[in-house]
């Protein structure tokens, strides 16, 4: 789209699964197009340092959509929190019912039929490829590391911001996280990831399960 139709327009709209925010947005802004990213701005962190350096090289206008930060509610909430009213918080807690699509489950070792609408190499954007399945699309795809990025991606943008906003967060210290189970590949896939976006050699996955099995800890199903 942007090969043929690059010189009639002037901004694009982002509003793809995760992991493709990051290079329709960057591929936009080469040409000199303003770009509005839906929630998560991308997939992970290193990505979201490209785009940031990308915009200033640039020198274009760039957004995130977050529906969530533009209510009264969240003004309101930071009047509040400035007056005084509430006190000082020495504690944030937040919660959402995330996810609500199948997580955790490991990805399908079936595949299904292609619909002939569905352009499936396209939809895979930088993902590796793989067999298409049902549970991928149109929905549940935000409950597979590969495509989304679960509940925190999902939600983290519109419930942590207001939090961070009101009592002036910086960065965090580190992560903290329990959950059920997950297999050998979602973790691998993960790893990947963080290995990539921090160069941080703990994050092999050689390096990691040493760890774990120094702490008598092992996984307990592969997917």
Known sequence: MLDKEHKNIDAVSVSTPDNVHAVAAFAAMQ???HVYVQKPLTHDIYEARMLTEAAK????????????????GVRQMREWYNAGII????????????????????????????????????????AQTQDYHKEFVPFSWRGFW????????????????????TVGLGYPSGPLAWGDAI???????????????????????????ARRATLGLSLTHAD
């Open 57 to 72: 090289r640039y020198k274009v206008v760039t957004q995130m959509g977050n529906q969530g930060a533009s209510g009264d």
């Open 87 to 126: 006190g000082d918080a020495t504690a944030l807690y937040i919660w959402t019912n995330r996810p609500v699509w199948p997580q955790g489950t490991g990805y399908p070792t079936t595949k299904d039929d292609i619909p002939k609408e569905l352009d499936w190499d396209l939809w895979l954007g930088p």
């Open 146 to 165: 590969a495509f989304g990025t679960g509940a925190l991606g999902d939600m983290g943008c519109h419930l942590i911001d207001p939090a961070f906003k």
């Open 31 to 33: 040409l000199g197009k």
């Open 183 to 209: 297999g050998a590949s979602t973790i691998a896939r993960i790893l990947d990831g963080l290995l990539a976006a921090t160069g941080d050699p703990r994050y092999r996955a050689s390096s990691w399960l």
